[in-house]
């Protein structure tokens, strides 16, 4: 897919992402939450475009979103679990910007890798938590992360939309903010419910590799200003 060669797709952010893409992508692959900011490929690359909700929903879910081009969803699926995507079926992932949306992420991470095919590649860019609204909040810590793992999320589900609303909205209300997490946690609302450094994001995913024995090889690290980009080789 080609972006329009505006202000923002000619950002360093943008011609970093795509230098990246185009050595390391070909082939059939999914990208996963790419809403209004696809990945541009190269033309060795097919993707198709995976979302938990159909183009007119996610409009609705996301009003800000009403007005800008989305990419069209072509499977409908929680990108957290995959579910109709089979085995080894994708010579590529591209998940940018949405792991810290995912309540697990080491379970995401796990079925990202478990649709790759052998030797096929998983590109991720996370956010740098000090350079973006999550800046006062904590870094989530590895034993969390665990946890989410082991115990399912939901333990931490209402915890993630507090500290949300307090150290990103900053409502100091106790009535309203008690209203806000109630009203996302109904919406189920995506915010960002873990936040990284870079130095962190990596150590996390050192963690999936020699404490999990996740089947990769990080390929390359690059830190792209306020985000994190990895190129992960499944092996």
């Excluded at 990945?39 to 690359?45: R, T």
Aim: with cysteine; aromatic share 12%; glycine share 2%.
């Amino acid at each position: 897919m080609t972006l329009t060669a505006d202000a923002e797709t000619l950002s360093p952010i943008y011609t970093f992402r795509r230098f990246f893409a185009n050595r390391y992508l070909q082939g059939n692959g999914i990208e996963v939450g790419a809403l209004n900011h696809p990945l541009e490929v190269p033309l060795s690359a097919h993707v198709q475009y995976v979302d938990r909700m159909s183009v007119p929903d996610l409009r609705k879910h996301y009003p800000e979103l009403a007005d800008v081009n989305l990419v069209p969803v072509d499977i409908i699926d929680n990108g957290e679990f995959l579910k109709t995507v089979e085995n080894e079926t994708q010579d590529f992932v591209i998940a940018n910007h949405f792991i810290e949306h995912c309540q697990n992420p080491i379970l995401t991470i796990e079925n990202l890798l478990r649709v790759i095919k052998k030797d096929g590649i998983l590109y991720l860019a996370v956010p740098e938590k000090r350079t973006c609204f999550d800046c006062d909040r904590p870094v989530t810590s590895i034993e969390h992360l665990l946890k989410d793992y082991q115990q399912g999320a939901e333990w931490s589900r209402q915890n993630h939309y507090e500290e949300w609303i307090e150290l990103v909205e900053k409502e100091t209300d106790e009535t309203k903010a008690e209203w806000m997490v109630k009203e996302l946690m109904r919406r189920d609302f995506s915010i960002h419910f873990h936040v990284w450094t870079t130095a962190d994001f990596v150590d996390f995913l050192l963690t999936l590799k020699h404490q999990l024995g996740f089947p990769f090889t990080l390929e390359k690290i690059f830190d792209n200003w306020n985000e994190l980009i990895t190129i992960i080789r499944k092996v």
